[in-house]
Each structure stands twice: as C-alpha cells, then as structure tokens.
C-alpha cells in the first residue's frame, strides 16, 4: 500500500505568511507524528496524536505552531506568522500501535524556507 | 547532557567490512529503541527495532541492546558503498498511554569507500 505522503515537497515564505503542511498517514494507523528536523541535526518531537485526539504537543516552540487531525486521518500543521527560524524539514510519521510494535514510518518530509 | 548520544563521524570503512555504529542514552526506562538510515535529503527510513537486550538480526544488520549499560548498537555486514548515509539512533521513552514520541540522536555519518 501507499506510504506516508506529505504535502507540498517544498514551502518558500516570506516572513510574517502563514504556511499549512499537509500529512496522509499510512492507512489504518491510528497514530500520528510531527518531527522538526533542522539542518545536520536529528530530528525535533513537535506533536503527536491518535486517532484525532492531540495527546501531547510539548514539542511545539511557540504559539503560532498548531496542528490538527479533525478526523483521524489526514493532519495539518499550520504556522502562522513565520519566522526564518522556522526554516527546517517538517516530517511526518505513521504508526501502527499493535502490542509492542510502535515503529514509526516517515513521508518524504516538506522543506519550509522562510525569506 | 543530550538524551541520546552518537558519536557523529564520519565514519569510514571499506568496502565489505563491519561498520558498529553506537548509541546511548540518558532515560533508563525507556522501552523501544530504533535505528533509522537518512540519506542527504531524504527522510529517515527504519532499518531496525529492538524492544529487549541481546541481539536481533535482519540479513546484514544486526541490533544490540544492553538496557543495564543503556547501549544500543548498530552493526552492518559487508558493507556496502550504497550503506552511506547518516544513521540516527531513536528511543521511545516510558510515556503515559500509547505516546512512543521518539527522542533522536544527532546521527552519525558513515561513509563506506570502494
């Protein structure tokens, strides 16, 4: 079946625009990820929800980062009012929680610049 | 002192050798332990899982995993020119209910030389 698709590939912004990344998971995974991964680094938790619940958003840096999943399936982060610093890769991931098996599965990721 | 930890390279082996790959981390309850292959530019895709100490198996990768010493290894077999590329470290600590958010390594570069 079809992997985790993420939409677009690549975001150019101007300071200050609001920008919304899309997610599609794996389908059938009831758990879902968002990773900030910057330049030569490992990547950054953001958020994480199951089904459409937000169980956790600690990652999230600030109040103009919000992410939803209204009906347990595809995911939207949104970023208002960006800043350069929130120049990275957002991933996404997909996860199949069965028993002990929590092995998370990436889409292709989207590159936001930010002018 | 970061989460988890890798020495980030590069490290460069020849062709048809064993590349051992490190990690260790800081949460002594965490219970999942991954290892990912991101390629330049590419997103990181899942090499291995390892839930329990010892050592698992999958053609030329084996995982290793010493809860007591808080170490978890990678070693790749015949390693290939197509092996290169930075490999992260992630573990799934003990969270409430199903969250396994993974806390990443900085990754480690390994450059396999024909």
């Known amino acids: 079946g079809a992997g985790v698709s993420q939409s677009p590939r690549y975001k150019v912004a101007k300071r200050g625009q609001d920008v919304a990344l899309r997610c599609d998971p794996i389908s059938g995974h009831v758990s879902l990820f968002w990773y900030q991964q910057a330049l030569g680094q490992g990547p950054e938790f953001l958020t994480y929800?199951?089904?459409?619940?937000?169980?956790?958003k600690s990652g999230l840096p600030s109040d103009r980062f919000f992410a939803e999943r209204p009906e347990g399936s595809v995911s939207t982060l949104k970023i208002q009012r960006t800043q350069q610093e929130d120049s990275a890769v957002y991933l996404c991931?997909?996860?199949?929680?069965?028993?002990?098996?929590?092995?998370?599965?990436f889409g292709p990721g989207t590159r936001l610049t930010v002018t | 002192q970061k989460e988890v930890e890798q020495n980030s390279g590069p490290l460069s082996v020849p062709e048809g050798a064993i590349a051992s790959l490190n990690c260790t981390y800081s949460?002594?309850?965490?219970?999942?332990f991954f290892w990912y292959r991101q390629y330049s530019g590419k997103s990181p895709e899942l090499i291995m899982s390892?839930?329990s100490n010892g050592d698992k198996e999958d053609g030329r990768f084996t995982a290793q995993l010493n809860k007591a010493s808080q170490y978890v290894s990678l070693l790749i077999r015949d390693s290939q020119p197509s092996d290169s590329a930075t490999y992260l470290c992630?573990?799934?600590?003990?969270?409430?209910?199903?969250?396994?958010?993974?806390?990443w390594g900085l990754g480690t570069s390994l450059a396999v030389n024909p």
């Open positions: 991931a997909s996860s199949l929680v069965s028993g002990i098996n929590y092995e998370q599965y």
């Open positions: 949460d002594r309850v965490s219970q999942s």
């Open positions: 929800f199951q089904n459409e619940a937000q169980l956790d």
């Open positions: 390892i839930y």
């Open positions: 992630a573990v799934s600590p003990r969270g409430a209910g199903n969250n396994r958010k993974l806390i």
